[in-house]
């Protein structure tokens, strides 16, 4: 009555069992034939993914160490290029300085000879203008008493008297 239940369902009992008997042998076939290689594939594929993600973490790490270690040496390279600025403003003062003291030694000596300069000149006119003053005294004098004095003794007396005199004290 059951068969004749499965039959009135369209199902043919022979051809299914057949099949069952044929998808039975096919699986342990595969389970003999296939199953090891491909449980050994997948076995492999998941080392090499987690060899993969050891990688990339190692990796990761080893990116997070030279970015800290090139961190450090940008911050050494920074102290450095601060330390080589200080020095060089250092040195530039000191020249500056050395400068402005070479210039003030030079305006000094310059001030000093100048000043020198105009003593020499201002002499030389002083005894320019005694000897013109001296000859145009000679001359009046000449004109005066109408008659030739010692010119020698003229000037000796007119350089005695201009000494004794509070003009020459002035200068």
């Known amino acids: 009555m059951i068969i004749l239940g499965i039959a009135d369902l369209g199902i043919n009992l022979p051809v299914l069992i057949a099949q069952l008997v044929n998808f039975t042998i096919l699986l342990v076939i595969l389970r003999l034939v296939a199953w090891g290689p491909v449980t050994k594939m997948l076995d492999d594929r998941r080392a090499r993914i987690a060899e993969s993600l050891s990688a990339a973490d190692q990796a990761k790490a080893q990116a997070a160490e030279s970015g800290?270690?090139?961190?450090?040496?940008?911050?050494?390279?920074?102290?450095?290029?601060?330390?080589?600025?200080?020095?060089?403003?250092?040195?530039?003062a000191r020249?500056?300085?050395?400068?402005?003291?070479?210039?003030?030694?030079?305006?000094?000596?310059?001030?000093?000879?100048?000043?020198?300069?105009?003593?020499?000149?201002?002499?030389?006119?002083?005894?320019?203008?005694?000897?013109?003053?001296?000859?145009?005294?000679?001359?009046?004098?000449?004109?005066?008493?109408?008659?030739?004095?010692?010119?020698?003794?003229?000037?000796?007396?007119?350089d005695e008297t201009l000494a004794q005199s509070s003009f020459r004290e002035k200068n």
Request: proline content about 0%; cysteine-free; charged content about 35%.
């Open 95 to 158: 020249i500056q300085a050395e400068a402005r003291t070479i210039a003030q030694t030079d305006a000094d000596a310059m001030l000093g000879r100048a000043r020198n300069e105009i003593q020499l000149e201002r002499d030389q006119a002083i005894a320019e203008l005694r000897k013109e003053f001296a000859d145009l005294t000679i001359a009046a004098a000449e004109k005066v008493i109408n008659e030739s004095l010692d010119r020698n003794q003229h000037r000796r007396l007119i």
């Open 68 to 92: 800290r270690q090139i961190q450090d040496q940008l911050d050494a390279s920074r102290r450095e290029g601060q330390a080589l600025v200080a020095q060089a403003q250092e040195i530039a």
